[in-house]
């Protein structure tokens, strides 16, 4: 038996706004802070936010939402799981709470992983986050709609044909590159439904690993792409790249 198709007019208009509320906020604060977090799963009355490193099992994930009685006039209940549950324990726990708390859980739970991305355990993980700034400076996008609207379908496509390149190079040794090619094909997958700055920003972060696998790997990858740019007669966006890529693509 299919699904029936999500109808609002099912649901309480109580649950319906409260939900809407909460859910803007949410989808905003993952916009602003998408270097750390991603959304993974949504629907209108459920939404899964988790930490953006494969590694990690770390979620916010809002499963129900309910009126706590059908006296008028009572609370809208949101059940939700996260983990960590605070920065003491790192184990998932299931909370039940109104709008108010629920939000200040969300708060805490992201200041929790924002803290975990800013300790740097390893020179690794700082040199990691210095090339992704690094990028990120070069190819922020500055329109006033970066944050709301897409790439239009002109720069999706080459963006995509540019991963595609990229995900060719890596695929010569795909054994050693494995997670830099899930990556790639994660974000090209993903394209479609990315604002401009989620794809400068995972951008960044995908640049950052390429060139901390090696330069030689790195430099055939930019190689590839200017064969590729020049091909499709945008040669014209590498007068926009810093001298040190210029000269490095020769």
Do not use: C
């Not at 099992?57 to 939402?65: G, L, P």
């Not at 740097?120 to 970066?146: G, K, R, W």
């Not at 060139?211 to 945008?234: D, M, Y």
């Amino acid at each position: 038996m299919e699904n029936k198709p999500f109808d609002k007019r099912d649901y309480p208009i109580k649950i319906l706004k409260e939900a809407e509320q909460l859910f803007n906020f949410i989808k905003a604060d993952v916009e602003e802070n998408q270097e750390i977090l991603k959304i993974t799963q949504e629907h209108p009355l459920d939404i899964l936010v988790q930490e953006t490193s494969r590694k990690s099992e770390f979620r916010f994930n809002i499963k129900h939402i309910e009126i706590e009685d059908t006296i008028i006039g009572s609370p809208i209940m949101f059940n939700y799981v996260l983990m960590p549950q605070n920065s003491i324990y790192t184990e998932s726990q299931a909370r039940r709470e109104k709008i108010k708390d629920t939000l200040e859980d969300y708060k805490q739970w992201r200041s929790i992983i924002r803290d975990y991305h800013n300790v740097n355990l390893t020179p690794d993980q700082a040199i990691l986050l210095e090339y992704e700034e690094e990028f990120y400076t070069h190819f922020e996008i500055v329109d006033e709609d970066s944050d709301t609207k897409p790439f239009d379908l002109p720069n999706q496509l080459l963006i995509d044909a540019l991963y595609e390149k990229t995900i060719e190079v890596l695929e010569q040794n795909s054994e050693e590159n494995k997670e830099l090619i899930e990556e790639a094909k994660e974000i090209k997958r993903d394209i479609p439904n990315m604002t401009k700055k989620s794809t400068v920003r995972k951008t960044s972060k995908f640049l950052a690993k390429l060139r901390k696998q090696g330069l030689s790997l790195f430099k055939s990858v930019l190689k590839e792409i200017k064969g590729e740019l020049i091909k499709r007669g945008v040669g014209s966006f590498l007068d926009n790249l810093p001298d040190w890529w210029t000269n490095l693509l020769g």
